[in-house]
């Protein structure tokens, strides 16, 4: 039978994005099963694909060392420092072994499979006389040397994946993610970039309770709360307090779009406030552990200070990304009309409490949608799309993105080096910043305009994410629809 691979761990074991799998799929350069792909059509596909690439084993390393400053600090760490390339290539061995072992295993079954199809034929021939030549043909496929096939260098990297690493299969989403380490089925999901539904993430809630279909999990934490005796029996868990053993397959309730998301109030320590420039201030948030806020990428949330006269509280878009919902970043913009905005600037301290108030906003990414991604940002728009990019980039959900960044002033490319990192740091991004010196002269904004079109022949190919003012906003849907892009590909943010 041919082993078949889940997309994820396909484009985990050959080292690209299941984007770039998925347009394999639909260019006819690879088939698929179900969503699941034949590891030897993976391997025809990626010859190049090498066990002795190491790092599976470099990340082995990294795992072990962080668990050991976890469980006893520093000290111990040094003392068994030495010993941690040994085991990488101890369980490294241990993988080549055991496909060693799979690939005997099948070759004794295949004969096994030829020789009752041989007694058979020999029986419906009523040649019963054939103990010699059946024991001879026995014994010279027993004595064949067993070739190991091309494809065991992905088969190796494999089982070794799986040893490090236990995959997510989430019904009836179709969501697949990893679990390395001893973390749990929940963090795990909210780091890839998933909406799973949760509340506490303490074990006193429920909410995060999921159903085991196939597999084996470990509790790694206690909890308070009781489940009925229907559920218990169908194999209900809480997923934060699990960690996965296996590769599991859960039955999980999942935020669908913006309306899946409860409105919640939250009351936050300020972590960080600077000036990102002399106008802009960056102001990062810590929630605490078990009352953190749910929000999908892109979305706005209100924040207010008690005590202060006349604050309703402001609105602002979340500058990052919901897989990591215990650090919530804004960027704002001075206002010295703006009681509330001028404390912000002035008077804040480290540790400082803020009251939070959301999500709220329908400016998210089209998650079912591989198509490659335009995101225009004009000045401190840039907060919501740097939002949805890191969303996508831990959900690979794009097979391209490529951003362009407008501003009416050098200074307002605020957070370059972070867009410089991101096209360094990944194939599949690109950034292009430009600058408008009269953000209201059409012309000057039409050439900009132009600069995008003529990036690419067909921009309908393409979704496109805009942020900014409603005026800059609504000048670039004018413009990319003139140009041909289709109206349903575009969604705004002002």
Known sequence: ???????????????????????????????????????????????????????????????????????????????????????????????KELHSMQQREHHYLEILANLDEKINQQLENNQEDFTQDLRDWLQTRLNEPIIVKKSSALLSKDTLLKIIAAQVHLMPTGHEYFIEGNNSILESGLSAGLALNYGCSNGNCGKCKAKLISGDVKKIKQHDYVFPEAEKN?????????????????????????????????????????????????????TPRTNRLRFMAGQNAKININGLNGNGGNEFPIASCPCDDMNIQFHIRRNPESKFVSHLFSNLQSNDTINIEGPSGHFILKENSSRPIIFMAFNEGFASIKSLIEHAMSLEAAEFIHLFWIVSDDNQHYMHNVCRAWTDALDDFRYTPLKVDNQDNKELLQDRFEQITQTYNKLDDFDVYIAGSEQLAKQAVQFLTKAGVSKETITINN
């Open 234 to 286: 169908q194999g209900y868990l809480l997923t934060c307090c699990h960690t996965a053993l296996t590769d599991i397959v859960l039955q999980a309730e999942e935020a669908g779009d913006e309306n899946d998301i409860p409105a919640q109030k939250i009351t936050a320590k300020i972590k960080k406030a600077s000036l990102l420039n002399d106008d802009l201030l960056l102001l990062q948030l810590k």
């Open 1 to 95: 039978m041919a082993r078949l691979l889940s997309m994820s761990r396909a484009a985990r074991l050959v080292g690209v994005t299941r984007g770039v799998l998925q347009k394999q799929i639909f260019n006819g350069e690879l088939r698929s099963f179900e969503g699941q792909i034949k590891i030897s059509d993976l391997e025809k596909l990626y010859p190049q694909v090498e066990l002795e690439d190491n790092s599976v084993i470099e990340h082995i390393e990294e795992i072990i060392e962080l668990a050991l400053k976890r469980a006893h600090g520093e000290k111990l760490r040094e003392l068994l420092a030495p010993d941690l390339n040994t085991l990488a290539a101890r369980v490294s061995a241990l993988s």
